[in-house]
Structure formats: C-alpha cells, structure tokens
Nanobody, 120 residues
Framework: QVQLVESGGGLVQPGGSLRLSCAAS????????MSWYRQAPAKERELVAR????????NYADSVKGRFTISRDNAKNTVHLQMNSLKPEDTAVYYC?????????????WGQGTQVTVSS
C-alpha cells in the first residue's frame, strides 16, 4: 500500500517558522522525485519546491526562494520542507508529491495534505 503522510502544519504568526514532514511507504522512495505543492482557497494547486532522487538538485517557486528549504532522507523515506519568514500569503494546504518520471505510465502519488495558517 502506497502512503504519503504529511505532518507539521499549524498556526503561526507572520515571520515565524514551521517544518513540514512527509513519511513515505509502499514504494521505492529513492527512485522518485519528491515535491511539495500547496493550494489556498479559491486558487489552483501550485508547486512550491522539488528535489531530485539523490537530493542533488532543488527547485523553488519564486515566491518562496530564500525562505523555504526542501530536503530528503532516503534512508528514512522522508522529505521535509523548512519554512522560515512565513507570510500570510503562505496560508494553504500543503501536499507531498512523489513522481517516477522514468516509468511508463508515469507514477504519481499524493499525500492527504496538512494545513498551514499564517496569521496574527
């Protein structure tokens, strides 16, 4: 059974920090590109950060560059998103995503999401 379980969301004040975690099971984690997406009310889901299979390359949305850091631990089947200097516009449900691009058909898994609310 494939599972991606997010945790670490919550309510923080502007300027604060949160660390999101995603625990993966049921597939060969190290072969998948991992990403964090987010979706705010009345907005489309957007890519926040992405990390390659061995963690050598990372990509970030312009809106979070310099504030967020994605990392992974293939030995523990986990991926994290460290979020600093949080802004109200970061408020959204954050989702963990796993993709095996070399597969035909492509495999694409999603977690259930964790709520992040940035408000004073």
């Amino acid at each position: 059974q494939v599972q991606l379980v997010e945790s670490g969301g919550g309510l923080v004040q502007p300027g604060g920090s949160l660390r999101l975690s995603c625990a993966a099971s049921g597939f060969t984690f190290s072969t998948y590109v991992m990403s964090w997406y987010r979706q705010a009310p009345a907005k489309e889901r957007e890519l926040v950060a992405r990390i390659t299979r061995a963690g050598g390359i990372t990509n970030y949305a312009d809106s979070v560059k310099g504030r967020f850091t994605i990392s992974r631990d293939n030995a523990k089947n986990t991926v994290h998103l460290q979020m600093n200097s949080l802004k109200p516009e970061d408020t959204a449900v954050y989702y963990c995503n796993a993709v095996l691009y070399s597969s035909a058909p492509r495999l694409d898994y999603w977690g259930q999401g964790t709520q992040v609310t940035v408000s004073s």
